[in-house]
């Protein structure tokens, strides 16, 4: 990466060698970084990432929006009605998996 670039990061906390991260920040091998994940969460009060001044850390915030939370909340309702007719719910990680009552 340039000198001026800025690393961003809001997917995954693995994602990123975040020790690796901490001395290309401290040498300046790099401009900065934005995270909203990290490896360890919440990040623990030692991590050195929080004395650095050219990162910015977000609490994992990605999907905090009003639109989001309001997706996720009708999502969630309609996933309770679902269960309770006795259907399978949408967008399930582990479809091949029943529940004991089924």
Known sequence: MKKSSYLINTSRGQVVD???LVRALKEKWIAGAGLDVFDVEPIP???PMLELD???LTPHLGSDTIEARSRMSREAALNVLTVLRG???RNVVNPNVRSRNQ
Do not use: E
């Open 45 to 47: 009060p030692s991590d």
């Open 87 to 89: 259907q399978q719910p």
């Open 18 to 20: 975040q020790k690796a």
């Open 54 to 56: 050219n990162v910015v």
